[in-house]
């Protein structure tokens, strides 16, 4: 079992930038495509980006592509996020996910592992 531990969320204003990074630990020796979603308050989890192994393919929803990254370390231990001119529509919690099992990447319930969340925050 793949164990996921997000950090680097926080405050920042509109037009900022922040980093997530996700740690994984535990059952890491196979490689799936990881993937963020965030869920804003009152609001269902939204798929945000994914990567998969092979050719390091990624995947985004359209409200970000431009302004956010998904990247992973060489050992595919560590996901990143890059945030740029984050907007207000952008705060939430946002989670780490991975252990994919295949089909659509955009569908949380294909990914069996996930972190506890990190609160990202963007105000005017």
């Known amino acids: 079992q793949v164990h996921l531990t997000e950090s680097g969320g926080g405050s920042v204003q509109v037009g900022g930038s922040l980093r997530l990074s996700c740690a994984a630990s535990?059952?890491?020796?196979?490689?799936?495509?990881m993937g963020w979603f965030r869920q804003a308050p009152g609001k269902d989890r939204e798929w945000v980006a994914t990567?998969?192994?092979?050719?390091?393919?990624?995947y985004y929803v359209d409200s970000v592509a431009g302004r956010f990254t998904i990247s992973q370390d060489n050992n595919w231990n560590t996901l990143f996020l890059e945030m740029n001119s984050l907007k207000s529509e952008d705060t939430g919690m946002y989670y780490c996910?991975?252990?994919?099992?295949?089909?659509?990447?955009?569908?949380?319930?294909?990914?069996?592992?996930w972190g506890q969340g990190i609160q990202v925050t963007v105000s005017s």
């Open positions: 535990g059952n890491t020796a196979s490689r799936t495509c």
């Open positions: 990567i998969c192994p092979y050719g390091r393919s990624t």
């Open positions: 996910a991975a252990d994919f099992v295949g089909g659509r990447w955009s569908e949380a319930r294909l990914y069996q592992a």
